[in-house]
């Protein structure tokens, strides 16, 4: 019977902490010191404890864990949450936007803030400006050979089936775009666990020379970079905020001066703008770690009317020393976190007679398109044991746009919201598109995959435009 009580749930499991976990529903799994109860973690909860125990008390680094008062000292010296040194590609801020007056950057309004009335006027601006564009994108759901046997193994269950069709079709769309190759980095920004890089790695294997930057700003679980550790295929981690990362100083681009492929799945927002904004606003910009060439005189018999020293290898003219970029191609999501700061289609939104009010306005109306039209969360819960629907439409993005009360009298139907919402898509993915077209690339939204898939379904890619 004891050992039944003993599961976790009903009771403690053997050698394991006494502290129940009332956000989990279960016991705590630590492993205790002999003749203990309670994990150092859950020391205090201890009530039958000595006086002259030890207290513990929150890490003034990171208060969701604790530690020893007596050991506060050492503790903080190897202490996970510690600033550590930061990476010769690390450049505070060097993908941010510039910062507007401050007038304009008023705090936000909600909308459930806002009048009938206000929405009203914002609603048909943005319908004025949407006038001209396409509001279908063309569709082209792909596959790929790499993941044909992952997609038929039955042990694959509905969630993890969603994501390899999201991520087949994104390499059928690389390949469609001449992306996949050899000799070449590609760059996956909110990398996560990898699985976007993994899957293009399989995809060219046999290829000489690929390399795989995976950024990702937190320690992520379950990484399968381990699995490439025997490939031919190089994979390092960036540790770094996008909106810090230099690629020009990235010691494996300065060495191997290969074409950039830049790759995202489901790149939240403004992370998109960052992105973007890290391949093309900052790889032209010259390697400043290296040594700068010899200057020339006109006297100089090698000297050419050029300016470049043919005597000199190719390497040390500016042109060598930037970084091409070959392609993008972003699965985007939660527009709804998009931010005008780093916008990149801030000129578009000028030209259209908009600013940092209506793209505020613009941006939270946006999360109507995926789930302004459900429930509020009260009423969306999925009773213990349901069958995951709701799940599975919340896999990749939060949910915490700013919506409406799912009734609220005098306001948008819900058809209309999810109209209004696809609009605003629209229109701050256009922006995008026009600030690639003036960095010189043809550019294209497409549905890479269906709604039944993911509800966001759209491809933001680029390749340098032909001459």
Same mark, same amino acid.
């Given at each position: 019977m004891a050992e039944t009580m003993a599961d976790g749930v009903n009771g403690p499991l053997l050698g394991r902490c006494g502290y129940f976990v009332e956000r989990k529903k279960r016991y705590c799994k630590m492993v205790v010191a002999e003749g203990k109860t309670f994990c150092g973690e859950h020391a205090n909860a201890n009530k039958n404890a000595k006086e002259d125990d030890v207290k513990r008390i929150p890490c003034p680094l990171d208060p969701k864990h604790t530690v020893f008062e007596n050991k506060l000292e050492k503790h903080l010296k190897k202490c996970n949450s510690r600033e550590k040194p930061k990476?010769?590609?690390?450049?505070?801020?060097?993908?941010?936007?510039?910062? =507007?007056?401050?007038?304009?950057?008023?705090?936000? /309004?909600?909308?459930?803030?806002?009048?009938?009335?206000?929405?009203g006027v914002f609603i048909k601006k943005l319908k004025h400006a949407a006038a001209g564009l396409n509001h279908k994108h063309e569709e082209q759901i792909l596959s790929h050979f790499a993941l044909q046997e992952a997609l038929n193994d039955p042990n694959n269950g509905d969630f993890a089936f969603k994501h390899l069709k999201q991520q087949a079709s994104l390499l059928g769309n690389m390949e469609a775009l001449g992306l996949l190759g050899p000799d070449r980095c590609f760059v996956e920004f909110g990398a996560g666990r990898g699985k976007l890089s993994h899957w293009v790695d399989i995809a060219l294997q046999g290829s000489r020379n690929t390399h795989f930057l995976l950024v990702e700003r937190a320690t992520t679980r379950f990484k399968v970079d381990g699995k490439h550790k025997s490939s031919e295929s190089v994979f390092e981690r960036l540790h770094v905020d996008i909106q810090h990362l230099c690629l020009s100083k990235v010691p494996l681009l300065i060495k191997e001066k290969m074409p950039v492929v830049g790759i995202g799945k489901h790149l939240c927002g403004a992370a998109t703008d960052l992105a973007l904004r890290c391949l093309l606003d900052r790889s032209s910009e010259e390697v400043t770690d290296r040594e700068p060439p010899r200057k020339r005189l006109k006297t100089d018999p090698a000297h050419t009317e050029t300016g470049v020293d043919e005597g000199q290898p190719a390497s040390e003219t500016v042109a060598e020393k930037r970084l091409k970029v070959a392609g993008i191609s972003i699965a985007l999501c939660c527009h709804h976190r998009c931010d005008w700061k780093h916008y990149v289609g801030r000129e578009f939104f000028r030209s259209l007679g908009l600013g940092p009010?209506?793209?505020?306005?613009?941006?939270?109306?946006?999360?109507?398109?995926?789930?302004?039209?459900?429930?509020?969360?009260?009423? $969306? $819960?999925?009773?213990?044991?349901?069958?995951?629907?709701?799940?599975?439409?919340?896999? =990749?993005?939060?949910?915490?746009?700013?919506?409406?009360?799912?009734?609220? =009298?005098?306001?948008?139907?819900?058809? =209309? #919201?999810?109209?209004?919402?696809?609009?605003?898509?629209?229109? /701050?993915?256009?922006?995008?598109?026009?600030?690639?077209?003036?960095?010189?690339?043809? $550019?294209?939204? #497409?549905?890479?995959?269906?709604?039944?898939?993911?509800?966001?379904?759209?491809?933001?890619?680029?390749?340098?435009?032909k001459d």
């Amino acid at each position: 019977m004891a050992e039944t009580m003993a599961d976790g749930v009903n009771g403690p499991l053997l050698g394991r902490c006494g502290y129940f976990v009332e956000r989990k529903k279960r016991y705590c799994k630590m492993v205790v010191a002999e003749g203990k109860t309670f994990c150092g973690e859950h020391a205090n909860a201890n009530k039958n404890a000595k006086e002259d125990d030890v207290k513990r008390i929150p890490c003034p680094l990171d208060p969701k864990h604790t530690v020893f008062e007596n050991k506060l000292e050492k503790h903080l010296k190897k202490c996970n949450s510690r600033e550590k040194p930061k990476p010769v590609y690390y450049v505070k801020d060097v993908n941010a936007g510039l910062e =507007e007056d401050p007038d304009t950057s008023k705090e936000q /309004i909600t909308l459930s803030s806002r009048s009938k009335e206000e929405l009203g006027v914002f609603i048909k601006k943005l319908k004025h400006a949407a006038a001209g564009l396409n509001h279908k994108h063309e569709e082209q759901i792909l596959s790929h050979f790499a993941l044909q046997e992952a997609l038929n193994d039955p042990n694959n269950g509905d969630f993890a089936f969603k994501h390899l069709k999201q991520q087949a079709s994104l390499l059928g769309n690389m390949e469609a775009l001449g992306l996949l190759g050899p000799d070449r980095c590609f760059v996956e920004f909110g990398a996560g666990r990898g699985k976007l890089s993994h899957w293009v790695d399989i995809a060219l294997q046999g290829s000489r020379n690929t390399h795989f930057l995976l950024v990702e700003r937190a320690t992520t679980r379950f990484k399968v970079d381990g699995k490439h550790k025997s490939s031919e295929s190089v994979f390092e981690r960036l540790h770094v905020d996008i909106q810090h990362l230099c690629l020009s100083k990235v010691p494996l681009l300065i060495k191997e001066k290969m074409p950039v492929v830049g790759i995202g799945k489901h790149l939240c927002g403004a992370a998109t703008d960052l992105a973007l904004r890290c391949l093309l606003d900052r790889s032209s910009e010259e390697v400043t770690d290296r040594e700068p060439p010899r200057k020339r005189l006109k006297t100089d018999p090698a000297h050419t009317e050029t300016g470049v020293d043919e005597g000199q290898p190719a390497s040390e003219t500016v042109a060598e020393k930037r970084l091409k970029v070959a392609g993008i191609s972003i699965a985007l999501c939660c527009h709804h976190r998009c931010d005008w700061k780093h916008y990149v289609g801030r000129e578009f939104f000028r030209s259209l007679g908009l600013g940092p009010q209506e793209f505020g306005v613009f941006q939270r109306m946006s999360s109507w398109a995926t789930c302004g039209m459900r429930k509020p969360a009260s009423d $969306a $819960a999925l009773p213990e044991g349901g069958n995951g629907k709701q799940e599975e439409d919340f896999e =990749e993005h939060d949910q915490d746009g700013d919506t409406l009360a799912y009734n609220l =009298e005098g306001m948008p139907a819900v058809e =209309e #919201r999810e109209t209004v919402g696809r609009l605003c898509k629209l229109l /701050i993915d256009q922006g995008r598109i026009y600030y690639l077209q003036q960095k010189g690339y043809a $550019a294209t939204l #497409r549905y890479y995959t269906s709604p039944s898939i993911s509800l966001e379904n759209v491809l933001l890619t680029a390749v340098p435009a032909k001459d």
